[in-house]
């Protein structure tokens, strides 16, 4: 099993940016889709980033397309979420999250974080 730690979260004005990171232990990362999802207070959780392994492609919700680029970096085991142009909505917990299958990169996760908070402030 892979284990995942979430860091770099904070406070951060409107229009500011932050870089999340998420370490992998256990088992290398690059043998796992990877994804970023988010839960703001009294909200589901949503789906924000992910990347697939073979091809390197990444998908993004609408809200965060154009500001959001996810990322890895398989020699450091790491994969990160590049957040520029925040916005107040964005304020959220911020999971990041891993499965084998490589089917519907959107959900279905397996393996999750335990979370980093973001907050973006007007």
């Known amino acids: 099993q892979v284990q995942l730690v979430e860091s770099g979260g904070g406070l951060v004005q409107a229009g500011g940016s932050l870089r999340l990171s998420c370490a992998a232990s256990g088992r290398t990362l690059s043998i796992y889709e990877v994804g970023w999802f988010r839960q703001a207070p009294g909200k589901e959780r949503e789906f924000v980033a992910a990347?697939?392994?073979?091809?390197?492609?990444?998908y993004y919700a609408d809200s965060v397309k154009g500001r959001f680029t996810i990322s890895r970096n398989n020699a450091r085991n790491t994969v990160y979420l590049q957040m520029n142009s925040l916005k107040p909505e964005d304020t959220a917990v911020y999971y990041c999250?891993?499965?084998?299958?490589?089917?519907?990169?959107?959900?279905?996760?397996?393996?999750w974080g335990q979370g980093t908070q973001v907050t973006v402030s007007s």
């Open positions: 999250a891993a499965k084998r299958s490589s089917d519907y990169l959107l959900g279905s996760y397996d393996y």
């Open positions: 990347s697939r392994r073979t091809t390197g492609s990444t």
